[in-house]
Structures are given as C-alpha cells and as structure tokens.
C-alpha cells in the first residue's frame, strides 16, 4: 500500500525495486549490465528497437522512405526485448548510452554512424533522403518545432499518465488527476493546430506527423494504455480524431506498424519488404 504519510529523507537510495510494470528492469544507473554484441544484417540500416510507441517512429519513417521510392532505405530491424533487458547488453549501450530503443546504426558510408532517441533518427533520415522535412525557411522551422513539442510531450503521456493510469501496483488520484489534465491539454494543442492545418507542420506531411502518430495514434485508435481513449475523451478532438485516421490508412504507417512486434499480424523483425507482405497477405 502507499503511505500516504511518507516524507521523503535527505538523499533518496535504491533499496528495492517499487512495484510496477517496469520496476524489474528499473535501476538508477546507466551503462551495459552484460556483454554482447549487436546481430548485423545485409542492409546498410541496421535498427534495434522495439513496436513501442517510440519504436513505431522509426519503422513508418522508414516504411514511408520505401514507399515514397527511396529505395536506399532498405533496413533490418532487430527486436529488442526491453522487458528482458536487452538494451543493456554492451551492444545496445555502444549504440544508445541512454539504453532505451530505439537505435540505428547507419553503415552506408563505410564506418557506422549511430544515432540514438527517435526524434534525432528521424531528423538523421529526413536529411539524408531529403524527405518529410522540409528543406528550408519558415515551413522547416515550424515542421522543427512541431517535432521538438512531440519530444517533449511523449513523457507527460506515458511515463506519467500512462505509468500512473495502466502500469503503477496502485490507482493513486493525485497522479493520474495531474496527468490526464496534462494529457488533455496536449490533445488540444494538436487540436486547435490541426483544426487550422491538414498536418501539423502545414499542407505537407512531415516527421512532425511521424513522430506526433506514434504517441497520438493510439489513443486515436483507441489501443493506448486500455480503455484511456474513453477515460480522456479523445472523440471531442475532432480535428486530432481526423487526422490521426488520415495518417493511420498510410501505407507506410500500415506497414511500420507491424515491425518489432510479436504475435499475430506482427513480425519480430523485418530484413525485407517480403516479411511485412506476408503478414498483410494472411490478414
Ligand atoms: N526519448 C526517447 C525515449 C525512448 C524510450 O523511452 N524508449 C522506451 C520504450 S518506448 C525504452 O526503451 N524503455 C526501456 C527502459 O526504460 O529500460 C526516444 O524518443 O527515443
């Protein structure tokens, strides 16, 4: 139970993990906890992640590169199971010291560039292909800023309304009170936005949408942290309720959904096109 007389003492120390989904895993420390090196496949895009939220980013980006015709964007995708630890092997922490997926390893200039947080991958990607960023002036600034407030919104939506709603031991009011109120008020930022703009950065479809998608459209879909979709109201934004269907019937999107996931109608990876086909094909 919470102890709801708790003060905290002067210097906070790690005794035992607090309960919760994730606690297993949790430590306040960073660095690998064991070695072991990264698989590599064919493809110059060598990614390690997982179908989170964060990971799906990545995937639809490069779903959507192939899709545009950027046939350089060929990638394997290696799942990382964050439940068991993977992204402390030596290998993931050599790629991303923050040891949270997901993570890239860009082989096609002879020495491999990493980059790590998925914001920075899909701005290393648009650079690179010329695509979904646009290449200059007021419209890059602006599809920037709409990425940069996605960065930041992501942890107000899960690591604190999704934590304290779906994955805290206990239902504690304050929390979740403090984070659907945060939650609700970044749905009408995309809201209002998207009630004057058919994307969030303008006319185009950017990596702001990408981005933006992975987080919102889940809870468009209704499949975000259980039934948070009723609990936070999220029909009354029509204009975000509008674009998120828009997005979601991309094929790119369709498709990067379906990477780094197990089960039915998911692959656990992806070395090509063929892999994704066949998942659509059974479906
Ligand atoms: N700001 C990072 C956040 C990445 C992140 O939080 N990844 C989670 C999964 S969605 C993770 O790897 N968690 C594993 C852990 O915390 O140990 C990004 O956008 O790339």
Redesign the pocket.
């Known amino acids: 139970m919470a102890d709801p007389t708790y003060t905290p003492p002067k210097v906070w120390t790690w005794d035992q993990p607090n309960g919760g989904q ?1 606690a297993s ?2 430590r306040p420390t960073a660095g690998a906890r064991f070695d072991k090196e990264l698989p590599r496949g064919q493809h110059p895009f060598q990614l390690h992640s ?1 179908g ?4 799906q ?1 990545v995937t639809i980006m490069f779903e959507e590169l192939l899709a545009a015709g950027y046939s350089d964007a060929e990638y394997d995708a290696w799942m ?1 199971s ?1 439940a068991d630890g993977d ?2 092997s030596s290998g993931f922490v050599s790629v991303n010291p ?5 993570a890239l390893l860009d082989y096609s200039q002879g020495e491999p560039v990493r980059v ?4 920075a ?1 899909l701005f290393y990607l648009a650079e690179k292909f010329g695509a979904f960023l646009p290449s200059s002036g007021p419209q890059r600034a602006e599809c920037m800023s709409w990425l940069m407030w996605q ?1 930041g919104t ?2 107000l939506l ?1 690591g604190g309304f999704g934590h304290f709603y779906a994955y805290a031991p206990e239902k504690y009011q304050y929390p979740i009170d403090r984070y659907a109120m945060e939650a609700k008020r970044i749905f009408d930022v995309a809201d209002k936005r998207l009630a004057e703009t058919r994307y969030l950065a303008g006319d185009d479809y950017t990596i702001a949408d990408i981005a933006s998608y992975g987080w919102l459209g889940g809870f468009v879909r209704g499949d975000a942290y259980g039934d948070a979709a009723t609990f936070l109201d999220v029909a009354s934004y029509t204009n975000l309720v509008r674009w998120g269907e828009d997005v979601g019937a991309r094929e790119g999107v369709r498709r990067g959904r379906i990477v780094n996931r197990k089960g039915d109608g998911f692959v656990a990876e992806r070395h090509s096109a063929a892999d994704i086909d066949a998942v659509l094909a059974a479906a």
């Open positions: 994730f895993i949790n997982l989170t939220p964060n990971g980013k990382v964050i992204q402390f923050n040891s949270k997926i997901p790590f947080e998925s914001g991958i960065m992501a942890p899960g």
